[in-house]
Nanobody, 121 residues
């Protein structure tokens, strides 16, 4: 079973919205944290939003207020609702999971292949 499979990316105009989904395996379901990460052109991969087993949420400042992370445990699916998108949000969005406190991108053990988000002006 593939650990993480993202979907929902696409092309939108600035100001638009997208909802990303990530279906995860039972192995991933038992990890301490799970989150969304992105990599834009010329930049390293960075966390967008995550939450851990204690229920704590964490949002990356540049997208805070424009994104909402949620999870449906019954469906083993993680979501990322993104609003007010700008061209600077263009990039690959990944789902990652691991056991590290803080859910840092460098510590994630499992990664999906990503879903491409393109925002035009």
């Amino acid at each position: 079973q593939v650990p993480l499979v993202e979907s929902g990316g696409g092309s939108v105009k600035a100001g638009g919205s997208l909802r990303l989904s990530c279906v995860y395996s039972e192995v991933v379901a038992n990890k301490y944290c799970i989150g969304w990460f992105r990599q834009v052109a010329g930049e390293r991969r960075e966390k967008v939003a995550s939450f851990d087993r204690t229920g704590d949420f964490d949002y990356w400042s540049p997208m805070k207020g424009r994104v909402t992370i949620s999870k449906d445990s019954g469906k083993n699916t993680l979501y990322l609702q993104m609003n007010s998108l700008t061209p600077e949000d263009t990039g690959m969005y990944y789902c990652g999971a691991g056991d590290q406190y803080g859910c840092s991108d460098w510590a994630m053990e499992y990664w999906g292949r990503g879903t491409l988000v393109t925002v035009s002006s």
